[in-house]
């Protein structure tokens, strides 16, 4: 039990730390005090929350112990191709370098230029790496320690895509608030999706009203 409650103490750390870079007061505050770091401010963040990762996963990984999320071979091997190749194929829709941050550091901007995009899956979820996540995660073998972690990490996935949710109503106004209407958060549900031309509209719509 103790070392249960490590593992979650470690992830809640995680959580409150990375929600609290992502937040806007943060990276105003180190544009106002240190304005030539501001380009360089998403590149540190993602290294930053790269690094946070290594305590919970490191401590995850230390406690080994029996199975209590068994997941059949037949199952588990067929959704990690389908979440890892979906991820690799959904790629071409984001613009990696606003993404990681590489972009902004060049141009020494830290705004951010992304546009509003819609890839396939995002027709059928809002967060389709989200989702891809979870399903990795929770097809597949899980003692004490590692059930522990999904727990977490789904806990957190689902108040992290709420908030990350906010900063897009500020950012696409009225049409976010349309496309949450019509597309389920993490889950494909059946009569909740968009067609190609309903994307490309809400696509356009964005566009013009930025």
Same mark, same amino acid.
């Given at each position: 039990?103790?070392?249960?409650?490590?593992?979650?103490?470690?992830?809640?750390?995680? %959580?409150?730390?990375? +929600?609290? #870079?992502?937040?806007?007061?943060?990276?105003? /505050?180190? &544009?106002?005090?240190?304005?030539? @770091?501001?380009?360089?401010?998403?590149?540190?963040?993602?290294?930053?929350?790269?690094?946070?990762?290594?305590?919970?996963?490191?401590?995850?990984?230390?406690?080994?112990?029996?199975?209590?999320?068994?997941?059949?071979?037949?199952?588990?091997?067929?959704?990690?191709?389908?979440?890892?190749?979906?991820?690799?194929?959904?790629?071409?829709?984001?613009?990696?370098?606003?993404?990681?941050?590489?972009?902004?550091?060049?141009?020494?901007?830290?705004?951010?230029?992304? %546009?509003?995009?819609? +890839?396939? #899956?995002?027709?059928?979820?809002?967060?389709? /790496?989200? &989702?891809?996540?979870?399903?990795? @995660?929770?097809?597949?073998?899980?003692?004490?320690?590692?059930?522990?972690?999904?727990?977490?990490?789904?806990?957190?996935?689902?108040?992290?895509?709420?908030?990350?949710?906010?900063?897009?109503?500020?950012?696409?106004?009225?049409?976010?608030?349309?496309?949450?209407?019509?597309?389920?958060?993490?889950?494909?549900?059946?009569?909740?999706?968009?067609?190609?031309?309903?994307?490309?509209?809400?696509?356009?719509?964005?566009?013009?009203?930025?």
């Amino acid at each position: 039990m103790r070392d249960v409650l490590l593992i979650a103490l470690a992830w809640l750390a995680y %959580g409150l730390i990375h +929600s609290w #870079l992502a937040g806007g007061a943060v990276k105003a /505050w180190v &544009s106002r005090r240190w304005p030539g @770091l501001a380009p360089a401010y998403r590149l540190a963040y993602n290294a930053i929350a790269t690094l946070l990762l290594i305590p919970p996963l490191a401590l995850t990984l230390s406690m080994p112990g029996e199975v209590v999320w068994d997941v059949p071979g037949w199952i588990a091997w067929p959704t990690a191709v389908i979440a890892v190749t979906g991820f690799i194929w959904s790629l071409r829709w984001y613009d990696m370098g606003e993404f990681l941050g590489l972009a902004q550091w060049r141009r020494h901007d830290g705004r951010e230029h992304e %546009g509003f995009v819609l +890839s396939p #899956l995002h027709r059928y979820v809002r967060h389709p /790496w989200y &989702s891809l996540g979870l399903l990795l @995660l929770w097809t597949r073998d899980l003692d004490a320690a590692w059930l522990t972690t999904a727990l977490a990490v789904t806990v957190y996935v689902l108040i992290g895509s709420r908030l990350e949710e906010r900063k897009l109503i500020e950012r696409y106004g009225d049409t976010y608030r349309r496309y949450r209407e019509r597309v389920p958060g993490l889950i494909p549900w059946p009569g909740h999706r968009l067609s190609r031309a309903q994307a490309q509209a809400l696509q356009q719509a964005a566009r013009t009203d930025g």
